[in-house]
């Protein structure tokens, strides 16, 4: 009887152990499933993410900068002495440390990515300088604008607009600004500051004597019906 009673609970333990098993396993099955099958917002379906993949998507990648191809070395103008400003009569009241330069005359044949070099006379420095801007109006002047160099430091902006007779220029740096005025063959650089002290705030800025236009005018009353 007690040799029945053991064989019995034997086999009650089997039974149950056996459907423990066989639960586990279910468990363990649906997991694995809904892992690597169910749809999410990360991973598509039948698709396991990859550690790499992962990483790589994360990363924003910056868009390189516009490449031009190989561009001739311009230059912005050459220092000339006094004695060579033949073509340019020096301006009247012009700051004593101004200096005449020679205009290249190619400002026309410099194209976006053109490495420019600039020189300022009255600091003895030359600055590279790369075209990142060119703009035209419709009066027929050309307006560029350039950047500092990858290596250069020290420059800041160089803005030149020219027509078939006229030049202006304007030159910023960490030292000071620069301004030049010219034809399309010289003109004369001068420094920002000294042309600030040389100019006389006390007069009016105006060409002709103002008047007023409705000096004259009769004055008419309101009617009054």
Do not use: C
């Amino acid at each position: 009887m007690s040799s029945e009673n053991r064989n019995r609970r034997s086999s009650k333990f089997q039974g149950l152990a056996h459907w423990f098993g066989l639960a586990v396993a279910i468990v363990l099955i649906g997991s694995f499933g809904t892992y690597y099958f169910w749809p999410n917002g990360d991973t598509p379906v039948g698709e396991s993410l990859e550690p790499d993949k992962q990483l790589d998507d994360s990363v924003t990648k910056e868009t390189p900068e516009q490449q031009f191809p190989p561009r001739k070395l311009r230059q912005a103008w050459y220092k000339t002495s006094g004695k060579d400003a033949k073509l340019i009569e020096r301006p009247q009241d012009l700051p004593g440390d101004s200096s005449y330069v020679t205009l290249t005359g190619e400002y026309d044949q410099w194209l976006l990515g053109t490495p420019v070099e600039i020189a300022i006379p009255q600091i003895g420095k030359r600055y590279r300088s790369v075209v990142d801007r060119i703009a035209p109006d419709e009066f027929g002047n050309v307006t560029i604008h350039a950047k500092p160099d990858a290596d250069e430091e020290e420059f800041l902006r160089l803005i030149l607009t020219f027509n078939s007779a006229q030049t202006l220029a304007y030159v910023s740096t960490t030292s000071g600004s620069y301004e030049l005025t010219g034809t399309e063959t010289g003109g004369w650089i001068t420094s920002t500051s000294s042309l600030q002290k040389k100019r006389d705030y006390s007069l009016k800025d105006v060409l002709e004597t103002q008047r007023d236009r409705h000096a004259n005018t009769k004055y008419v009353p309101p009617r009054e019906d």
